[in-house]
């Protein structure tokens, strides 16, 4: 059983934030037998939905509707109190209250757990606030305008090639746009992937018509009447638009928790069951949760979906005095151009090691391997059964040198 440091089955759990996160650790509550009060705070003012589609098929058609992460009547089911359009404004750990703006003035929502599912805020541009026509994609209104604005013939600027970049390239590409990336970097994704890898994520968006630029950033926009019409670069070049879509990056939201005394370095930190450190009552999940992962020495933070739902079995199985889930390794996905990128461990602590197939014929492998030789990350495109092989390797601490004599032998 897990060490735990607060009564098990406390009376109520107030989740803050109605993201993949907060609203899986209500129902993987339920499903654990928590028979208290739950409370989902939301700030939207629409039942919770799931984000990855918001840069997909929410943009892909006008009729396309946000995918439902809990109904008002599965909210009733599991008897959740959804409280739409409250948003956390200050958190008091000491008297254990969440303050929250909504409809009519602030409000006091007492707990005895508390879980922090407040997520990510996206980066913006500098001086584009109230600037129609310049758009991040987090909420579902984002999306919903930002798909107003595809048409064939217009132009899209997006600042970023990274995945929200390259998704929302893709759905203005299919759209007959005229779409320019603007990426900081060298190659998109070389932070994270390295340059060879990085390049060909390039290629792709090349073989499908987009233009793109590299080693530049945005110096400003231009706008007639609050409307942009251009963005310049660094180097002065001037880029017409009809679009601009910003993806560079996202901060976790945290700034409500300001003066709450929490340790929020990058987001909030926490121990291997997901507790705010230091903090009796209090946990964090998905984005905004800095924790510590049994496989590595140093805290993460991982913003993905998949993520989310196991923070929320961890957190469910601790308060309900179970044993802690295994953790699987981090995962990320992104679609691009018809093909699905995915990517599995930590690749950033290694060196591509070995490379196989590419991004435009669908069927590119790298794996990464650290100075000792052990493979620490993969990519894998459009092979969900070689992805999953992998991962077991990984899990196992598998040497580059046996993934290449098996997994990655040349097929033929």
Same mark, same amino acid.
């Given at each position: 059983m897990?060490?735990?440091?607060?009564?098990?089955?406390?009376?109520?759990?107030?989740?803050?934030?109605?993201?993949? @996160?907060?609203?899986?650790?209500?129902?993987?509550?339920?499903?654990?037998?928590f028979?208290?009060?739950?409370?989902?705070?939301?700030?939207?003012l629409?039942?919770?939905?799931?984000?990855?589609?918001?840069?997909?098929?929410?943009?892909a058609?006008?009729?396309?509707?946000?995918?439902s992460?809990?109904?008002?009547?599965?909210?009733?089911?599991l008897?959740?109190?959804v409280?739409?359009?409250?948003?956390?404004?200050?958190?008091?750990?000491?008297?254990r209250?969440?303050?929250?703006?909504?409809?009519?003035?602030?409000?006091?929502?007492?707990?005895d757990?508390?879980?922090?599912?407040?997520?990510?805020?996206?980066?913006?541009?500098? @001086?584009?606030?109230?600037?129609a026509?310049?758009?991040?994609?987090?909420?579902?209104?984002?999306?919903?305008?930002?798909?107003?604005?595809?048409?064939?013939?217009?132009?899209?600027v997006?600042?970023?090639?990274?995945?929200?970049?390259?998704?929302?390239?893709s759905?203005?590409?299919?759209?007959?746009?005229?779409?320019?990336?603007?990426e900081?970097?060298?190659?998109?994704?070389? #932070?994270a992937?390295?340059?060879?890898?990085?390049?060909?994520?390039?290629?792709?968006h090349?073989?499908?018509?987009?233009?793109?630029?590299?080693?530049?950033?945005?110096?400003?926009?231009?706008t007639?009447?609050?409307?942009?019409?251009?963005?310049?670069?660094?180097d002065?070049?001037?880029?017409?638009?009809?679009?601009?879509?910003?993806?560079?990056?996202?901060?976790?939201?945290?700034?409500?928790?300001?003066g709450?005394?929490?340790?929020?370095?990058d987001?909030?930190?926490?121990?291997?069951?997901?507790?705010?450190?230091?903090?009796r009552?209090l946990?964090?999940?998905g984005?905004?949760?800095?924790?510590? #992962?049994?496989?590595?020495?140093?805290?993460?933070r991982?913003?993905?979906?998949?993520?989310?739902?196991?923070?929320?079995?961890?957190?469910?199985?601790?308060?309900t005095?179970?044993?802690?889930?295994?953790?699987?390794?981090?995962?990320?996905?992104?679609?691009?151009?018809?093909?699905?990128?995915?990517?599995?461990?930590?690749? @950033?602590?290694?060196?591509?090691?070995?490379?196989?197939?590419s991004?435009?014929?669908?069927?590119?492998v790298?794996?990464?391997?650290?100075?000792? @030789?052990?493979?620490?990350?993969?990519?894998?495109?459009?092979?969900?059964?070689?992805?999953?092989?992998?991962?077991?390797?990984i899990?196992r601490?598998?040497?580059?040198?046996?993934?290449?004599?098996?997994?990655?032998?040349?097929?033929?």
């Amino acid at each position: 059983m897990n060490g735990f440091d607060a009564p098990v089955q406390p009376g109520r759990v107030v989740v803050v934030g109605g993201s993949t @996160g907060g609203v899986r650790t209500v129902q993987a509550l339920r499903r654990a037998g928590f028979e208290g009060g739950l409370v989902l705070l939301t700030d939207e003012l629409e039942m919770p939905y799931d984000r990855p589609p918001l840069s997909k098929e929410v943009l892909a058609s006008h009729d396309a509707a946000p995918v439902s992460l809990l109904t008002a009547e599965e909210a009733a089911v599991l008897e959740v109190d959804v409280r739409l359009g409250r948003r956390a404004t200050s958190l008091d750990p000491a008297a254990r209250r969440v303050t929250v703006s909504g409809p009519d003035g602030d409000e006091q929502v007492d707990y005895d757990v508390a879980v922090i599912a407040t997520g990510a805020t996206a980066r913006t541009l500098p @001086g584009t606030d109230g600037v129609a026509g310049v758009h991040v994609i987090r909420t579902l209104d984002d999306a919903r305008a930002v798909r107003r604005r595809l048409a064939p013939g217009r132009r899209a600027v997006v600042v970023g090639a990274g995945f929200i970049g390259a998704e929302f390239a893709s759905a203005a590409a299919a759209h007959d746009m005229h779409v320019t990336l603007v990426e900081a970097q060298r190659t998109p994704l070389a #932070h994270a992937l390295g340059a060879e890898v990085g390049a060909e994520v390039a290629s792709v968006h090349e073989a499908h018509g987009a233009r793109l630029l590299v080693g530049r950033t945005v110096e400003r926009v231009v706008t007639d009447a609050g409307e942009v019409t251009a963005v310049v670069l660094d180097d002065g070049t001037e880029l017409p638009a009809d679009v601009v879509v910003v993806g560079i990056g996202a901060r976790p939201a945290t700034d409500w928790l300001a003066g709450s005394g929490l340790p929020l370095p990058d987001g909030v930190d926490c121990d291997e069951d997901l507790r705010v450190l230091g903090f009796r009552g209090l946990y964090a999940v998905g984005d905004v949760a800095r924790w510590r #992962h049994p496989s590595y020495p140093e805290p993460l933070r991982v913003e993905h979906w998949t993520n989310a739902g196991d923070h929320a079995q961890t957190v469910a199985a601790h308060l309900t005095g179970r044993p802690r889930p295994t953790s699987p390794l981090p995962y990320v996905w992104s679609d691009q151009y018809g093909h699905r990128l995915q990517i599995i461990g930590r690749p @950033g602590l290694g060196a591509v090691g070995a490379v196989r197939g590419s991004m435009a014929t669908g069927d590119l492998v790298a794996v990464y391997a650290d100075d000792t @030789g052990r493979a620490v990350g993969a990519v894998v495109v459009d092979d969900p059964r070689l992805l999953m092989k992998v991962r077991k390797a990984i899990t196992r601490d598998t040497r580059l040198a046996e993934l290449e004599q098996t997994l990655l032998a040349p097929v033929g």
